[in-house]
Nanobody, 128 residues
Framework: QVQLVESGGGLVQAGTSLRLSCAAS????????MAWFRQAPGKEREFVSA????????NYVDSVKGRFTISRDNAKNTVYLQMNSLKPEDTAVYYC?????????????????????WGQGTQVTVSS
């Protein structure tokens, strides 16, 4: 059974940093693209960032470009999201997800349907 467990969320002030982690098990982790999504109160879940199986390809939503960095350590079956210069609008529950295929699709990496297993989420709250 595939399991994804996020950690690292918390309450921080604007301008500071957090690093989220997502530990995966139950799948050949290093063969699948991974992604982070987030859901703010009263809003739909949105794509944040994705990474190919080998870490060579990464993508970000425009609102986090230059501030967030996605990475992965396949030896540890873990994907990370380094979040710098946090803003109040980054407040959300952050979810990691693993792709249903081993193929990183340039046209669909940002779509929820691309991912078949999700973590339980970790809350990030940024105060102004």
């Amino acid at each position: 059974q595939v399991q994804l467990v996020e950690s690292g969320g918390g309450l921080v002030q604007a301008g500071t940093s957090l690093r989220l982690s997502c530990a995966a098990s139950g799948r050949t982790f290093n063969r699948h693209p991974m992604a982070w999504f987030r859901q703010a109160p009263g809003k739909e879940r949105e794509f944040v960032s994705a990474i190919s199986w080998n870490g060579v390809i990464t993508n970000y939503v425009d609102s986090v470009k230059g501030r967030f960095t996605i990475s992965r350590d396949n030896a540890k079956n873990t994907v990370y999201l380094q979040m710098n210069s946090l803003k109040p609008e980054d407040t959300a529950v952050y979810y990691c997800a693993t792709s249903r295929t081993t193929f990183y699709s340039a046209g669909t990496y940002y779509q929820e349907e691309e991912y078949d297993y999700w973590g339980q989420g970790t809350q990030v709250t940024v105060s102004s």
